[in-house]
């Protein structure tokens, strides 16, 4: 190479001068026959984007200016070209009511980097994908995609890839071949297998997004080897077993959720809650509560509607910025004991944390003005959860127009963050303690 380039192969100097002025292939079948080829034949080019226009009815887009009508292809809407206007570098053409196979010819674009295909009506195959050596970023979410037989062939290039909202029904061990992935999303694809301990071997992922599925069994702890990762978005799928410890090695990660599928009324975090049930999904993650002391970027936490049980650790996100915003989400859970004091070295926290066991509130707490998004600094410890007797949807005063509630006559919460009263037992109570709760509830004592 360092005489001249290969056949099939071209260099602005006709040959490798260094490691980054090497020869690069021409990537269309009969381009840069000869050795020494300074450049390829791109008129190409112009036929295979013609192709995708009539094979996916150009003429019906939401947008066309330029297709087929400008002489030049990098005057046509949604296409990209190199500096010089030799090469097609991307297309973006998202949501534009497209219609068809898009054709293999595409993955034949001498210098394809980026394509943008997401929410079209379109068939995609990854045949011929092997050829597109310098496909960094792939986006096909909402094409209804099925399948993605081949697509491991672009494992030296493919690094952001997103399927968010397809068919797909399960992670093709050809996804494990790909790693320089950085970013992956799987969103909302009806994923019912368990995650494959082979996910460990994309090092080099930042953003791995998989809410929202049907992904059953345990975490692998082969998600610790991820020390790039910055998302762990895992959230209302069908996962069970203890949280591996593995995770605490993630030193980058900055957001992880793990809440569990709750069902058709799910509520956003921080919102109305309802009495969970076990019946069709499961009881969720089991185990204590990890300490998550290892993670010094973590921002938010999202561990909700699990079975987690056991006391807050004195360790819970030790190594976090205090002075950070850090959101964290345990709604729902077995927790128990006391809402602990350590938690005021927190200067911003948002902590969901009704729905659990917890029999004290350190009162530390009820000076953070600046927790729950400062409405602390309105209703006191009530913004962080409702005191034992008394109630409300949130399980906590989420504003001044939302305060806990007291229960009714002979319906009593014994915990902090009850978003429900329970009938009180009343019948080993005496006559007269009958009596007094009566008197009690009816405002006997004001009168």
């Given at each position: 190479?360092?005489?001249l380039?290969?056949?099939?192969?071209f260099?602005?100097l006709?040959?490798?001068?260094?490691?980054?002025?090497f020869?690069?292939?021409c990537?269309?079948?009969?381009?840069?026959q000869f050795?020494?080829e300074?450049?390829?034949?791109?008129?190409?080019?112009?036929?295979?984007?013609e192709?995708?226009?009539?094979?996916?009815r150009?003429?019906?887009w939401e947008?066309?200016?330029?297709?087929v009508?400008?002489?030049?292809?990098?005057?046509?809407?949604g296409?990209t070209?190199?500096d010089?206007?030799?090469?097609v570098?991307g297309?973006?053409?998202?949501?534009?009511g497209?219609?068809?196979?898009v054709p293999?010819?595409i993955f034949?674009?001498p210098?394809?980097e980026?394509?943008?295909?997401?929410?079209?009506?379109?068939?995609f195959?990854?045949?011929?994908?092997?050829?597109?050596?310098y496909?960094?970023?792939?986006?096909?979410?909402?094409?209804?995609?099925?399948?993605?037989?081949?697509i491991?062939?672009?494992?030296?290039?493919?690094?952001?890839?997103?399927?968010?909202?397809?068919?797909l029904?399960?992670?093709?061990?050809e996804?494990?071949?790909?790693?320089?992935?950085?970013d992956?999303?799987?969103n909302?694809n009806?994923?019912?297998?368990?995650?494959s301990?082979?996910?460990?071997?994309?090092?080099n992922?930042?953003?791995l997004f998989?809410f929202?599925?049907?992904?059953?069994g345990?975490?692998p702890?082969?998600?610790?080897?991820?020390?790039?990762?910055?998302v762990?978005?895992?959230?209302?799928?069908?996962?069970?077993?203890?949280?591996?410890?593995?995770?605490?090695r993630?030193?980058?990660?900055e957001?992880?959720?793990?809440q569990?599928?709750?069902?058709?009324t799910a509520?956003g975090?921080?919102?109305?809650?309802e009495?969970k049930?076990?019946?069709?999904?499961?009881?969720?993650?089991?185990?204590?509560?990890?300490?998550?002391?290892?993670l010094p970027?973590?921002?938010?936490l999202y561990?909700g509607?699990?079975s987690?049980?056991?006391?807050?650790?004195?360790?819970f996100?030790?190594?976090?910025?205090k002075?950070?915003v850090?959101?964290?989400?345990?709604?729902m859970?077995?927790?128990?004991?006391?809402?602990p004091?350590?938690?005021?070295?927190?200067?911003?926290?948002?902590?969901?944390?009704?729905?659990?066991?917890?029999n004290?509130?350190?009162?530390?707490?009820?000076?953070?003005?600046?927790?729950?998004?400062?409405?602390v600094?309105?209703?006191g410890?009530?913004a962080?959860?409702?005191?034992?007797?008394?109630?409300?949807i949130?399980?906590?005063?989420?504003?001044?127009?939302?305060?806990?509630?007291?229960?009714?006559?002979t319906?009593?919460?014994d915990?902090?963050?009850?978003?429900?009263c329970l009938?009180?037992?009343t019948e080993?109570?005496?006559?007269?303690?009958?009596?007094?709760?009566?008197?009690?509830?009816?405002?006997?004592?004001?009168l």
């Amino acid at each position: 190479d360092g005489v001249l380039c290969p056949s099939g192969t071209f260099n602005s100097l006709g040959r490798k001068t260094d490691s980054d002025a090497f020869c690069a292939p021409c990537g269309v079948a009969g381009h840069g026959q000869f050795f020494g080829e300074t450049d390829c034949d791109t008129s190409d080019q112009k036929s295979i984007l013609e192709k995708i226009y009539y094979d996916l009815r150009g003429g019906q887009w939401e947008v066309n200016d330029g297709w087929v009508t400008a002489d030049s292809v990098c005057d046509w809407f949604g296409v990209t070209c190199t500096d010089d206007r030799e090469f097609v570098i991307g297309i973006t053409l998202e949501d534009n009511g497209m219609k068809g196979a898009v054709p293999k010819d595409i993955f034949s674009l001498p210098r394809l980097e980026s394509l943008k295909l997401k929410k079209n009506d379109i068939e995609f195959s990854f045949d011929g994908i092997g050829s597109a050596v310098y496909l960094h970023t792939l986006s096909l979410s909402e094409t209804s995609l099925t399948r993605l037989d081949g697509i491991g062939m672009a494992k030296d290039s493919l690094k952001y890839l997103h399927l968010t909202n397809n068919n797909l029904g399960q992670i093709p061990d050809e996804i494990y071949q790909l790693t320089n992935l950085e970013d992956l999303y799987m969103n909302y694809n009806e994923i019912s297998s368990s995650l494959s301990t082979k996910i460990g071997l994309l090092t080099n992922l930042k953003n791995l997004f998989l809410f929202h599925n049907k992904i059953t069994g345990s975490l692998p702890t082969e998600l610790g080897n991820l020390k790039n990762l910055k998302v762990l978005a895992l959230g209302e799928n069908y996962l069970s077993g203890e949280i591996p410890t593995e995770l605490n090695r993630l030193t980058n990660i900055e957001i992880i959720a793990l809440q569990r599928e709750a069902g058709e009324t799910a509520p956003g975090i921080g919102g109305p809650l309802e009495p969970k049930s076990d019946i069709e999904i499961g009881k969720g993650f089991t185990g204590l509560l990890p300490p998550f002391d290892g993670l010094p970027k973590i921002r938010e936490l999202y561990l909700g509607s699990n079975s987690l049980h056991g006391e807050i650790p004195n360790e819970f996100l030790s190594s976090a910025d205090k002075s950070a915003v850090i959101k964290v989400d345990l709604t729902m859970n077995d927790l128990e004991g006391e809402f602990p004091d350590f938690l005021k070295e927190f200067g911003q926290m948002k902590m969901y944390a009704a729905g659990n066991r917890f029999n004290g509130m350190a009162q530390s707490l009820c000076s953070k003005d600046n927790w729950m998004g400062g409405e602390v600094s309105v209703s006191g410890c009530n913004a962080i959860l409702c005191p034992p007797g008394t109630f409300n949807i949130y399980g906590r005063a989420a504003s001044a127009e939302t305060p806990c509630e007291d229960c009714p006559y002979t319906y009593e919460a014994d915990f902090y963050g009850s978003i429900e009263c329970l009938p009180t037992h009343t019948e080993t109570y005496s006559d007269k303690e009958v009596l007094q709760l009566f008197y009690e509830a009816t405002g006997g004592a004001h009168l």
